[in-house]
């Protein structure tokens, strides 16, 4: 009687008491080598982890200075990879209890019991203090400097600040937006004005992609005590108005590459698109404050990132180079030279 009682004028605890009690029937004992293995995979996060490598490679290729080096591309892969799937090991095991309050994240290996947070623990150290040393030591200082201030700042500053302060979106939009500066400086050893350009686009893309999941998720992050605007805010005006103004921003800097040269024409033609749609779709977010507004937001925003550094790639002035290159040394006749490059050259400009 009196623990029923208990479970009535509690929710929230109830609710992770009914996670903890099904912790021993999906525990690290029962599961066997493959389901420890994909548990281990799920604390990296790999569907995040995937487009985090993806941006860190673009930001390779282009600060590459003509054809780019495999090893150090390679490296890049393989350092950013471990650094990302660590970073997001430790910050479940730092998180485990609020996870286990939301929905969307109750099913995770820790709050589940299918991984003990002891373990989990030390993959997180593993990973991310293997992937610090293998890229300052494979790449270069400077990448890895950049990889232990994601780590700090992501675990130390913008983690706790999710339970006090709105402000940990802004604060970890900063690490966030550090796979281009990992990726440039792998591949030139410095930052250059184009490394922070593709910061901040990267920057200012998280704005309205984490706040549609704020949208989404307010109620999961109301339980759980996470102080995101949209958790915190009752009419949606304050969350609708930071959507529009970092969208905005955000197509502004995605001209920028085209006028540093780090692009073409074509690119900022298709920047300007993709940021007029992604652009309307913040100001319908903004202006209905609904889930189904914020779902749309949230797939305009998962489709914008890999389509515009895409087009970036494809309509770099450096992969020209490259070809021009290549067309020089098979062929030797300048006459037939001139009209077998031109089919090349039309495909480079698309």
């Given at each position: ?8 004028s ?19 004992a029962?599961?066997d ?34 054809e ?55 993959f997180?150290?593993?990973l ?9 030591v ?13 780590l ?8 706790p ?39 901040a686009i ?61 692009s ?14 992604f ?30 550094f ?19 040394k ?21």
């Amino acid at each position: 009687m009196n623990r029923n009682q208990r479970r009535s004028s509690n929710p929230h605890a109830s609710s992770v008491m009914v996670s903890r009690r099904s912790a021993p029937a999906e525990g690290g004992a029962s599961l066997d080598g493959w389901g420890r293995l994909r548990a281990y995979i799920e604390l990296t996060k790999p569907r995040v982890s995937v487009l985090i490598v993806m941006v860190a490679l673009a930001a390779f290729w282009l600060g590459s200075e003509g054809e780019p080096e495999w090893w150090p591309l390679i490296a890049t892969l393989i350092g950013v990879s471990t650094l990302a799937g660590g970073i997001f090991a430790l910050n479940q095991y730092l998180e485990r209890d609020v996870d286990a309050l939301m929905r969307r994240t109750e099913r995770r290996p820790l709050p589940t019991g299918k991984l003990e947070p002891r373990k989990a623990a030390w993959f997180g150290i593993i990973l991310s203090a293997a992937a610090i040393v293998f890229i300052a030591v494979e790449i270069n200082v400077l990448s890895g400097l950049i990889a232990l201030f994601t780590l700090a700042s992501y675990l130390f500053v913008y983690t706790p600040l999710k339970r006090r302060t709105p402000l940990c979106t802004l604060l970890g939009a900063l690490p966030g937006a550090t796979p281009p500066l990992l990726g440039w400086a792998a591949a030139r050893g410095a930052l250059g004005i184009e490394a922070w350009i593709l910061f901040a686009i990267l920057f200012f893309w998280q704005f309205p992609h984490f706040l549609a999941i704020g949208i989404l998720y307010r109620e999961d992050y109301t339980r759980a005590g996470i102080r995101m605007l949209p958790a915190v805010e009752t009419d949606g005006k304050l969350t609708g108005q930071h959507i529009v103004v970092c969208t905005l921003m955000l197509v502004i800097v995605s001209a920028l590459p085209a006028l540093s040269g780090l692009s073409g024409h074509l690119y900022l033609y298709g920047a300007v698109a993709l940021g007029v749609f992604f652009l309307y779709a913040g100001i319908r977010t903004a202006l209905r404050r609904t889930k189904w507004q914020a779902r749309q937001l949230l797939l305009a925003s998962v489709f914008y990132l890999p389509l515009l550094f895409g087009l970036m790639l494809l309509n770099a002035p450096a992969s020209q180079r490259t070809e021009k290159k290549v067309e020089v040394k098979v062929i030797s006749h300048s006459s037939l030279e001139r009209w077998t490059s031109l089919p090349l050259s039309i495909l480079s400009e698309d």
